[in-house]
């Protein structure tokens, strides 16, 4: 049997019942030249008969069954090592694809060739609304022409998401890349793709929808937290180290990724509900220590609010920190903005 162009791995991760609609969008793609490998480990919320009764009756679907209960990295890296496609993208069970999602990413690939990455655009879908993805803009800046190693530094600043982007499978296997355990899982694997690729592209148009605010995943390792979001990062970071001092472009990504990760830190502790109340101070000064250790000669914080956040951040000023959020809180109560 001959390999399709595409394997898409979907962890059958199903807490909002969301998997099905997933799956019909797939099977609804125009481009057929593709297969799905559903995961189906024993967490809760795992449909395996769903998923099973879809492998029954669409030859494209098979299912892997794990044993154990395991988290959504541990599923990837079962589904990849499955997966028989030329190129790799991994999905959850609350995306949704456009009908020729998966044929427009086969036409931009008939036009560059091999590539080890494609990035693509996404939405996120939530109260209602269609919010456009964090890397619009970078992808819209990128050109149309396939990029060399870090021709574009500027894309590491991009959240690194295992789902807006395809990977090619000798990539994966030649560069032993995986998703380690715990919580935010992507962002090592991703930026390592990135940084090891010879052949870059972009596909600045919406192949995804993801059907929640948060753009973290919902189902980490067994005994996975939020601090996991630091040993992420300190694994970027190592990635960063082992490529050769005086690299092109070298400097402009450790940057890229260090903006990226106080980013993410600062959103992490802003979003309600995720850094419970007690665990605030630790977080912070995690995030402060991880500021000073990994903020390159030269970074230039951002304008305005968030280079304020920046600063208090750097800083390790936890107190004021609190204090000048609960001020934007209440500036923003008294004049109906949030």
Same mark, same amino acid.
């Given at each position: 049997?001959p390999?399709?162009?595409?394997?898409?791995?979907?962890?059958?991760?199903?807490?909002?019942k969301?998997?099905?609609?997933?799956l019909?969008?797939?099977?609804?793609?125009? *481009?057929?030249?593709?297969? #799905?490998?559903?995961? &189906?480990?024993?967490?809760p919320?795992?449909?395996a008969?769903?998923?099973?009764?879809?492998? /029954?009756?669409?030859?494209?679907?098979? #299912?892997?069954?794990?044993? +154990? +209960?395991?988290?959504?990295?541990?599923?990837?890296?079962?589904? &990849? +090592?499955? /997966?028989?496609?030329?190129?790799?993208?991994?999905?959850?069970a609350?995306?949704?694809?456009?009908?020729?999602?998966?044929?427009?990413?086969?036409?931009?690939?008939?036009?560059t060739?091999?590539?080890?990455?494609?990035? *693509?655009?996404?939405?996120?879908?939530?109260?209602?609304?269609?919010?456009?993805?964090?890397?619009?803009?970078l992808?819209?800046?990128?050109?149309?022409?396939v990029?060399?190693?870090?021709?574009?530094?500027?894309?590491?600043?991009?959240?690194?998401?295992?789902?807006?982007?395809l990977?090619?499978?000798?990539?994966?296997?030649?560069?032993?890349?995986?998703?380690?355990?715990g919580?935010?899982?992507?962002?090592?694997?991703?930026?390592? +793709?990135?940084?090891?690729?010879?052949? #870059?592209?972009?596909?600045?148009?919406?192949?995804?929808?993801?059907?929640?605010?948060?753009?973290?995943?919902?189902?980490?390792?067994?005994?996975?937290?939020?601090?996991?979001? $630091?040993?992420?990062?300190?694994?970027?970071?190592?990635?960063?180290?082992?490529?050769?001092?005086?690299l092109?472009?070298?400097?402009?990504?450790?940057? /890229?990724?260090?903006?990226?990760?106080?980013?993410?830190?600062? *959103?992490?502790?802003?979003?309600?509900?995720?850094?419970?109340?007690?665990?605030?101070?630790?977080?912070?000064?995690?995030? /402060?220590?991880?500021?000073?250790?990994?903020?390159?000669?030269?970074?230039?914080?951002?304008?305005?609010?968030?280079? #304020?956040? $920046?600063?208090?951040?750097?800083?390790?000023?936890y107190?004021? *920190?609190?204090?000048?959020?609960?001020?934007?809180?209440?500036?923003?109560?008294?004049?109906?903005?949030?």
């Amino acid at each position: 049997m001959p390999s399709p162009l595409i394997s898409v791995v979907l962890p059958a991760h199903d807490q909002r019942k969301q998997l099905a609609d997933c799956l019909d969008s797939l099977l609804a793609q125009s *481009f057929r030249d593709f297969e #799905v490998v559903v995961v &189906a480990d024993r967490s809760p919320g795992t449909p395996a008969g769903l998923a099973d009764g879809y492998a /029954a009756r669409h030859p494209q679907v098979s #299912v892997l069954h794990l044993d +154990a +209960a395991v988290g959504v990295g541990v599923a990837r890296n079962a589904g &990849a +090592a499955r /997966a028989r496609g030329e190129y790799l993208l991994f999905l959850d069970a609350d995306h949704l694809l456009p009908p020729d999602a998966l044929g427009s990413l086969a036409d931009r690939l008939g036009r560059t060739g091999p590539v080890d990455v494609l990035l *693509f655009g996404h939405t996120r879908r939530h109260a209602g609304r269609d919010w456009p993805g964090g890397a619009e803009e970078l992808l819209a800046g990128a050109g149309p022409e396939v990029l060399g190693p870090l021709d574009r530094p500027e894309l590491l600043g991009a959240p690194a998401l295992a789902w807006d982007r395809l990977l090619r499978g000798g990539h994966w296997r030649e560069q032993g890349l995986a998703f380690p355990d715990g919580m935010y899982e992507e962002i090592p694997p991703v930026h390592r +793709a990135m940084l090891t690729a010879t052949r #870059v592209a972009v596909l600045p148009q919406v192949c995804v929808q993801l059907r929640r605010r948060e753009t973290v995943h919902p189902a980490g390792s067994p005994g996975s937290s939020r601090f996991d979001l $630091f040993d992420q990062y300190e694994r970027s970071f190592a990635a960063l180290d082992e490529l050769p001092v005086g690299l092109p472009g070298l400097d402009a990504a450790r940057d /890229a990724v260090f903006t990226r990760m106080v980013r993410h830190y600062l *959103f992490v502790f802003d979003l309600a509900g995720c850094v419970s109340r007690a665990e605030r101070p630790q977080f912070f000064h995690r995030a /402060a220590e991880h500021h000073r250790r990994f903020q390159p000669p030269g970074h230039r914080r951002p304008a305005g609010r968030e280079g #304020v956040k $920046f600063s208090l951040l750097a800083g390790g000023a936890y107190p004021a *920190f609190e204090v000048a959020k609960l001020s934007h809180i209440a500036r923003g109560t008294l004049t109906g903005r949030r």
